[in-house]
């Protein structure tokens, strides 16, 4: 299978059908994750097999049980899938510690998957963590944070 059919089955099946199991086909036991996280850097990469990804998965449908994912664009080279999603979904659960609000949002991802012997084996992700926790009323709406930034 192409690498794009693949990554293109990690979103329909997993996110948008929300049938976890499909895990066991679309990822490789030994893929790793790389996420940057703008607290701490990016990540040196952790494990993220099948298990892992349906508890991760899993977590984030606890707290927003209607989530789907929208490819709005993708783009491959070779073993790779780059691919702009935006998450959608309704903040019916905890999230972080945070109670849900019954907010709607969208959640911004930057997504590159390496295929390899059709299977995600590897992943590096960018997510827009700050727009969604502005959605969810934990942090100032930007013009907000900016307005008091300049008074001091």
Same mark, same amino acid.
């Given at each position: 299978m192409e690498p794009q059919a693949v990554v293109a089955r990690f979103f329909a099946e997993i996110w948008n059908?929300?049938?976890?199991?499909?895990?066991?086909?679309?990822v490789?036991?030994?893929?790793v994750t790389h996420q940057l996280r703008s607290s701490g850097g990016a990540t040196g990469g952790v @494990?993220? /097999?099948?298990?892992?990804?349906r508890?991760?998965?899993a977590g984030w449908l606890a707290a927003f049980p209607d989530m789907t994912a929208e490819v709005e664009a993708s783009v491959a080279a070779g073993d790779r899938v780059v691919?702009?999603?935006a998450m959608r979904g309704t903040h019916a659960?905890?999230?972080?510690?945070?109670? @849900?609000t /019954?907010?709607?949002v969208t959640v911004r991802t930057v997504v590159m998957h390496r295929v390899a012997g059709g299977r995600i084996v590897e992943d590096w992700v960018v997510t827009e963590s700050l727009g969604l926790f502005q959605q969810l009323g934990?942090?100032?709406p930007t013009p907000d944070l900016l307005a008091r930034a300049t008074r001091r």
């Open positions: 059908e929300h049938r976890l199991a499909a895990a066991e086909e679309i490789a036991p030994e893929c @494990p993220r /097999g099948p298990a892992e990804l508890e991760h998965v691919s702009w999603v659960g905890p999230w972080l510690g945070v109670p @849900p /019954g907010r709607r934990v942090v100032e």
